[in-house]
């Protein structure tokens, strides 16, 4: 078969596997659309061991990052700023995400940056942008389950691409 139908079955299979692991045993440990997020990261950015390292650490970086950033927006006050303050914060941030890549291991800019999204996603879908939330030691905090759940869809993706290669017939 060719590689892009070993591909489409390995990636669906799996695809379904890591949606009913998200939506039935680990639910609330784990988010699937993170997980399709890193997935796909994993693939843009090479679909090797390498953007399976670069997935992980740089998708988790943009996540520490925003909670930095959930932090400080929450943690001081500047009202007089209103919405400026935030968006300073980010700034900044992102700034530093950007800055970044000038260390190896996180200079994959697009990881980071989906890292980062993914946490203040979360952070604003679930009401998560608050001290509670953002300090909690469970998986409430986007620190962690985004986290985990990028390493997760890091993981399918190496592991699709591993399927998709034994599917494919050799020359």
């Given amino acids: 078969m060719t590689s892009l139908v070993a591909l489409s079955i390995s990636i669906g299979a799996l695809g379904g596997v890591a949606t009913w692991l998200a939506l039935s045993p680990l639910s609330g440990f784990i988010l699937i659309w993170v997980i399709f ?26 996540v520490i990052l925003a909670w930095i950033a959930g ?4 943690g001081v006050s500047v009202a007089a700023l209103g919405a400026v303050w935030p968006a300073i914060v980010v700034a900044v941030t992102v700034f ?3 800055a970044g890549a000038h260390v190896e291991w996180l200079s994959t800019i697009p990881a980071n940056v989906l890292g980062y999204a993914s946490a203040f996603a979360y952070m604003l879908e679930h009401d998560a942008l608050n001290m509670d939330a953002l300090t ?11 986290s985990v759940s990028i390493a997760v869809g890091a993981a399918f993706g190496l592991l699709s691409a591993k399927l998709g290669d034994t599917l494919t017939k050799k020359a």
Wanted: net charge neutral.
């Fill in 96 to 98: 530093v995400i950007v």
């Fill in 37 to 62: 997020i890193a997935w796909a990261t994993f693939f843009a950015t090479g679909g090797n061991t390498e953007a399976l390292k670069n997935t992980i650490v740089c998708g988790i970086f943009g």
């Fill in 136 to 146: 909690a030691a469970g998986f409430g905090n986007p620190l962690i389950i985004v």
């Fill in 71 to 74: 932090l400080i927006i929450v």
